[in-house]
């Protein structure tokens, strides 16, 4: 049935998204786990893994992990995709492969679900790194004790390091029908946005920004690097596990840049406006560590002014996909803006 | 010609290595490097890429690297390798993937030679996080000062993070010939030999047994984790990037197996009997620091006579494979066996 020829119902989009978190969730318990079949002489491994849990499990907004299923839904409107529970995972994959040669459809569900937890793996990795006492030195995330305070530094360090290694790893099972190109190409944009020409880079910014008065351009170059790059590469991998078009993928590319640099600018308004524990973080970090933001460049209606505009940037990208069905990735576009937290 | 009628010639194993180290060298140079199309607004993303290049460059052995590209000769015997300059690199690969649309073994070292710098960056990323205060805190480091010491800890902490981050880069090139199944196969054998299953929780093993008294069978698990699973990769992902049987690849894995334990009963040999000098790190720390190590639980005499079993075990796991030239992976199973530091 080509159900683009009907008018989509319309969309619930509490309902989409306590959907996909329920099966995110799922997912990540299942896959940054002991692998039963180690069989380790030393528990140390299982600690590290415990240490990885802690930075990764029950809690987060998974924003990330939801604009790469947002994103691979907007490409693939009018497919139908048959979502597995997790728990049946690999051993049902194998079934079914076996049993049905085309399971395009399925394994795209799939490789976006092994992309949204990679990505989210990523994330979680730089705050367990950014919160440890050489960096930003923060003691509570997501209001629990960060993962240095709660399983020592050096642990912290090694289940960052552990935590990025996994991404990958999930982004290449073996032994699965996804494409050898989707999976290559699902790398190559985690690794280009995660690297010294994204996150990292980003953060390294930040870092010698202290102290410094920023101009406008410097201050946007920072955040489209540190946080901007995995919130776009999110998109871009949901959009890889589809089937777009050099011209869609573009214009995709212009939405995440857009959200991306508007979850900063809310992000450096809730600092100063929202309390630690909305937060879940600190709060008030940012003038005390005297670090530049679009409220102390543009002011707090200025930078709420600017949030606005890149809303609106952020919309004018998806008409522009020529995509049929966009209201997820809208509805997740107005929730970064609106966010209290 | 099928040149495997003909006898090889006579191995010139210190050749063969200075030919190889140059690759590498060069290849390293030139992809551990700021992308000058990047035009960053902010200089920190550079500072950060001049630390990753102190990590990286100038200095070490490049054991694993020259294991890659070893175990690729191995399966490729009798295969005529066309290696390029890399600095000619993508434009030439272009323009002969135009001319000529058999370019399978010209590329085939294109990968093993991705494959062998990116499992440098892997260990020269776990030896930056490893020396840092919170691990081994360790000032010295192949003669030089460790990277949080010329750096300052945090950009080590990032350097360290987005050397990992490009080490994936490298093995997913966009618009390149080598094959998709070849850059995900070559992704998932490096992403698990580094996390929690291969160097990341054999660190967590070392950092959980200062003071213990290790069996050696927990003795040999760490190693196995900490530095056998990426000496290992480094022999399966030179395999990955031929052609080889599951057989073979098998043998090589034991081979991988035996010169990677090896490997580290030598180091901790040398710990013992080198000076700092000859090291070009602090000796003398495994037992400051009241580490187990198999000195401590064989003796010195026994810790050099297990050396020897492990060597035989790796050349035997050779003979097996029944490839037609396995030299230089046995001359390189020898210097690790007799190397001085």
Redesign the interface.
């Known amino acids: 049935m080509d159900t683009r020829l009907n008018p989509p119902a319309p969309l619930d989009l509490d309902g989409w998204i306590a959907t996909q978190l329920d099966r995110v969730e799922r997912a990540l318990d299942r896959w940054v786990s002991?692998?039963a079949s180690?069989d380790?002489?030393?528990?140390?491994?299982a600690?590290?893994?415990a240490a990885?849990r802690y930075a990764v499990l029950d809690g987060g907004k998974r924003l990330r992990p939801l604009l790469v299923l947002a994103a691979f839904e907007a490409v693939s409107s009018g497919l139908t995709h048959d979502y597995l529970p997790v728990e049946e995972g690999d051993e049902e994959v194998a079934r079914r492969g076996a049993a049905d040669p085309d399971l395009s459809g399925f394994m795209a569900g799939e490789a976006a679900l092994r992309g949204a937890c990679a990505v989210e793996l990523i994330h979680a990795?730089?705050l367990v790194?950014d919160d440890?006492p050489?960096?930003d030195n923060d003691v509570l995330r997501r209001g629990k004790p960060t993962v240095h305070v709660q399983f020592?530094?050096?642990?912290a360090?090694?289940a960052?390091?552990?935590l990025?290694?996994?991404?990958?790893?999930l982004?290449?099972?073996?032994g699965t029908r996804i494409?050898?190109?989707k999976?290559?190409?699902l790398?190559?944009l985690?690794?280009?946005a995660?690297?010294?020409?994204?996150m990292?880079?980003g953060?390294?910014?930040d870092?010698?920004?202290v102290g410094l008065k920023l101009t406008e351009?410097?201050l946007?170059?920072?955040h489209r690097?540190k946080t901007g790059a995995l919130l776009q590469a999110s998109v871009m991998m949901g959009a890889a596990c589809g089937e777009s078009t050099p011209a869609v993928q573009a214009a995709l590319q212009s939405f995440g840049a857009a959200i991306g640099l508007a979850f900063q600018v809310v992000d450096d308004i809730l600092d100063v406006t929202a309390d630690s524990a909305a937060l879940g973080k600190t709060a008030g970090k940012d003038a005390e560590q005297d670090k530049p933001t679009y409220v102390s460049l543009m002011g707090l209606s200025g930078a709420r002014a600017y949030a606005q505009t890149l809303h609106g940037q952020a919309l004018a990208a998806l008409g522009s996909t020529g995509l049929v069905d966009t209201r997820v990735l809208r509805g997740l576009a107005a929730l970064v803006v609106d966010r209290t937290n």
């Open positions: 002991v692998d180690a380790m002489e030393h528990h140390a491994p600690d590290l893994m990885m990795y730089s790194h440890m050489c960096m020592g530094e050096a642990s360090l090694l960052g390091d552990a990025q290694a996994l991404a990958f790893e982004l290449t099972p073996e494409e050898s190109a999976q290559a190409h790398c190559r985690l690794a280009r995660a690297g010294c020409a994204g990292a880079g953060q390294a910014i870092l010698a920004s351009d410097q946007r170059e920072m690097l």
